[in-house]
Nanobody, 124 residues
Framework: HVQLVESGGGLVQAGGSLRLSCAAS????????MGWFRQAPGKEREFVAA????????FYADSVKGRFTISRVNAKNTVYLQMNSLKPEDTAVYYC?????????????????WGQGTQVTVSS
């Protein structure tokens, strides 16, 4: 069965960096665009970044543009989210998701598979 497993979350001070990883199994990775979403306490899940199956197209939320970078290594069935210049408002549970034959869309409902999430906490 399909599994998406996130890792790399943790506690970091404002201005610091983290790199999240999402390892996929049970699917043909190159059939999927991949996305990162996040959900803070009391808030709705929001789009963070997405990448096309070949990695040639990326989209970012305005709130993270210039600070976060999404990438993927298809040979490793893994997608990454490099997060720099972190702010307290980036604190959330971060989820990766897979969109079958998608084109790096921002709509969460388009994504077929989801990971369990990893907590990112940014202290001020």
């Amino acid at each position: 069965h399909v599994q998406l497993v996130e890792s790399g979350g943790g506690l970091v001070q404002a201005g610091g960096s983290l790199r999240l990883s999402c390892a996929a199994s049970g699917l043909t990775f190159t059939d999927y665009a991949m996305g990162w979403f996040r959900q803070a306490p009391g808030k709705e899940r929001e789009f963070v970044a997405a990448i096309s199956w070949a990695g040639s197209i990326q989209f970012y939320a305005d709130s993270v543009k210039g600070r976060f970078t999404i990438s993927r290594v298809n040979a490793k069935n893994t997608v990454y989210l490099q997060m720099n210049s972190l702010k307290p408002e980036d604190t959330a549970v971060y989820y990766c998701a897979a969109d079958y034959r998608g084109r790096a869309v921002v709509d969460a409902s388009a994504y077929m598979y989801w990971g369990q999430g990893t907590q990112v906490t940014v202290s001020s």
